[in-house]
């Protein structure tokens, strides 16, 4: 029999708790939602008592209208909470099929108001053709591609934004580095860091990062009395390798689910796999690799 923690349906040692990154391994790149099979999986499995949670560089509000309410919508049950720790630690908020708890956010992880304002008429003056300002970020700024606009001509503009960007950090008195211009480590000295993703420009404190919302995911379940055998974490970005190893590091044992590999697989103390390990193809990627996971889990975890 399983234990179970007080009134919740979580058993409070589950098999595996799933941190998944957003855009890549759940929403589509290119559409930017979230296919119905994904939503129902989740479902599943977060029904059969597998933790889900959410670690994004996303806002609390996309999480809302991407995953927590089509979550809700295909049937939720009552008593099933699901974590979402969102601009990659600086926000969190916990929901259930009644809708989303308190937001929270760590002020002192975001970027200062004068330089997103600055960086807001930068984007309406040199870039609108091409990217939009995401004025859902509670602590980063970010500049998104439109949607119409062909990836190849976006990631060429970027490299343009990011110089201004770097540059607007400057004339503000603040110190920061472009994650892609240097060696990992060396952005110490720096307040922060440009991340620049296939589909957006992240401008964030150095303190944010996969590896904070990891340790916020352990918090929120160990708040709930939940200890997972073991994790699974899964993303498209290199960035995202930050939340196994911190699990790995804090004694959590874990695997890492790497859907865009292209970048190649780095050396790691604990296992990587990717869609080729289901027995699919090196062209199964994005959302294709995570559905496939998610889906496995299910079949697996989901009586
Ligand atoms: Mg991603």
Same mark, same amino acid.
């Given at each position: /029999?399983?234990?179970?923690?007080?009134?919740?349906?979580?058993? =409070?040692?589950?098999?595996?708790?799933?941190?998944?990154?957003?855009?890549?391994?759940? =929403?589509?790149?290119?559409? +930017?939602?979230?296919?119905?099979?994904?939503?129902?999986?989740?479902?599943?499995? #977060?029904?059969?008592?597998?933790?889900?949670?959410?670690?994004?560089?996303?806002?609390?509000? !996309?999480?809302?209208?991407?995953?927590?309410?089509? &979550?809700?919508?295909?049937? &939720?049950?009552? $008593?099933?909470?699901?974590?979402?720790?969102?601009?990659?630690?600086?926000?969190?908020?916990?929901?259930?099929?009644?809708?989303?708890?308190?937001? @929270?956010?760590? @002020?002192?992880?975001?970027?200062?108001?004068?330089?997103?304002?600055?960086?807001?008429? /930068?984007?309406?003056?040199?870039?609108? *053709? @091409? /990217?939009? !300002?995401?004025? *859902?970020?509670? =602590?980063?700024?970010?500049?998104?591609?439109?949607?119409?606009?062909?990836?190849?001509?976006?990631?060429?503009?970027? +490299?343009?934004?990011?110089?201004?960007?770097?540059?607007? /950090?400057? +004339?503000?008195?603040? %110190?920061?580095?472009?994650?892609? @211009?240097?060696?990992?480590?060396?952005?110490?000295? #720096?307040?922060?860091?440009?991340?620049?993703?296939?589909? %957006?420009?992240?401008?964030?404190?150095?303190?944010?990062?996969?590896?904070?919302?990891?340790?916020?995911?352990?918090?929120?379940?160990?708040?709930?009395?939940?200890?997972?055998?073991?994790? +699974?974490?899964? $993303?498209?970005?290199?960035?995202?390798?930050? &939340?196994?190893?911190?699990?790995?590091?804090?004694?959590?044992?874990?695997?890492?689910?790497?859907?865009?590999?292209?970048? $190649?697989?780095?050396?790691?103390?604990?296992?990587?796999?990717?869609?080729?390990?289901?027995?699919?193809?090196?062209?199964?990627?994005?959302?294709?690799?995570?559905?496939?996971?998610?889906? %496995?889990?299910?079949?697996?975890?989901?009586?």
């Amino acid at each position: /029999m399983t234990a179970s923690t007080p009134g919740t349906t979580h058993p =409070a040692a589950p098999a595996l708790a799933l941190l998944l990154d957003i855009d890549g391994p759940v =929403a589509s790149p290119v559409t +930017r939602d979230v296919r119905p099979a994904i939503i129902a999986d989740l479902v599943s499995l #977060a029904s059969a008592g597998i933790p889900v949670l959410f670690n994004t560089g996303r806002s609390d509000t !996309f999480i809302r209208e991407q995953v927590m309410a089509p &979550m809700i919508a295909a049937g &939720m049950p009552a $008593g099933i909470v699901v974590h979402a720790v969102c601009e990659k630690g600086a926000v969190w908020f916990s929901y259930t099929s009644g809708g989303p708890g308190p937001i @929270h956010v760590d @002020h002192e992880l975001a970027v200062p108001k004068a330089y997103g304002d600055d960086v807001r008429r /930068m984007v309406a003056e040199d870039y609108a *053709t @091409h /990217m939009f !300002f995401d004025e *859902t970020k509670r =602590a980063m700024v970010s500049v998104e591609q439109h949607l119409d606009v062909p990836n190849e001509d976006y990631l060429a503009e970027q +490299r343009l934004f990011d110089a201004d960007a770097l540059e607007l /950090m400057g +004339r503000h008195g603040l %110190s920061a580095t472009l994650l892609d @211009h240097h060696a990992p480590g060396s952005d110490d000295a #720096a307040d922060y860091r440009l991340d620049p993703t296939i589909i %957006s420009t992240d401008i964030e404190s150095i303190r944010l990062g996969k590896d904070l919302g990891a340790s916020r995911a352990v918090e929120l379940l160990a708040a709930q009395g939940i200890t997972p055998k073991a994790w +699974r974490t899964v $993303g498209d970005s290199r960035t995202d390798y930050a &939340m196994a190893d911190w699990l790995h590091h804090n004694g959590h044992s874990v695997k890492h689910i790497d859907v865009r590999p292209a970048d $190649g697989v780095p050396n790691k103390p604990y296992d990587v796999l990717t869609a080729t390990d289901l027995g699919l193809g090196e062209d199964v990627i994005h959302d294709d690799a995570g559905g496939a996971f998610l889906r %496995s889990w299910r079949e697996a975890l989901v009586g």
